[in-house]
């Protein structure tokens, strides 16, 4: 985990660094954004936001606890953390929705599914890959048709 520095910003100054952040990864076109962003974060700082995103992702598809654990290998605590924030701010919920509606990361979890559905759907846990599988199932015959 990363370390935070005991000395706090005052919060007009973390205000006006946050929105330059903001900005600056606004502004630039995709491989600059791709470079500041390596700048900034190291590789285990990315790897954490992009399950915590994940996990947000994987809960409003509906998936459990188990599921999320084993394939995105987050603690229960910190999904746990992720599903409160997400019912206790309906912004944050829409916000997730939205991503959903992406069509890159809406690919991305039919990938993900894909791979685990080939895993098998045995044990605790189940039944949401095996919907999942339905699902990728009808819409695979949909294309064909």
Same mark, same amino acid.
């Given at each position: 985990?990363?370390?935070?520095?005991?000395?706090?910003?005052?919060?007009?100054?973390?205000?006006?660094?946050?929105?330059?952040?903001?900005?600056? &990864?606004? @502004?630039?076109?995709?491989?600059? *954004?791709?470079?500041?962003?390596? /700048?900034?974060?190291?590789?285990? +700082?990315? $790897?954490?936001?992009?399950?915590?995103?994940?996990?947000?992702?994987?809960?409003?598809?509906?998936?459990?606890?188990?599921?999320?654990?084993?394939?995105?290998?987050?603690?229960?605590?910190?999904?746990?953390?992720?599903?409160?924030?997400?019912?206790?701010?309906?912004?944050?919920?829409? &916000?997730? @929705?939205?991503?959903?509606?992406? *069509?890159?990361?809406?690919?991305? /979890?039919?990938?993900?599914?894909? +791979?685990? $559905?080939?895993?098998?759907?045995?044990?605790?846990?189940?039944?949401?890959?095996?919907?999942?599988?339905?699902?990728?199932?009808?819409?695979?015959?949909?294309?064909?048709?």
């Amino acid at each position: 985990m990363s370390q935070i520095s005991h000395w706090k910003l005052r919060p007009e100054i973390w205000q006006q660094v946050f929105e330059s952040l903001i900005d600056s &990864l606004n @502004k630039v076109g995709k491989n600059r *954004r791709d470079l500041l962003i390596s /700048f900034l974060l190291t590789p285990t +700082e990315k $790897v954490m936001i992009a399950k915590r995103m994940a996990a947000a992702l994987l809960l409003e598809k509906g998936a459990s606890y188990q599921d999320i654990y084993q394939s995105v290998h987050l603690s229960p605590s910190t999904i746990a953390s992720i599903k409160n924030r997400l019912e206790e701010n309906e912004k944050y919920r829409q &916000l997730v @929705k939205g991503l959903l509606s992406i *069509r890159r990361i809406d690919d991305f /979890f039919s990938k993900l599914a894909r +791979e685990f $559905v080939k895993l098998g759907t045995y044990g605790k846990g189940n039944k949401f890959w095996r919907e999942i599988k339905r699902d990728l199932d009808r819409e695979a015959r949909s294309k064909i048709l």
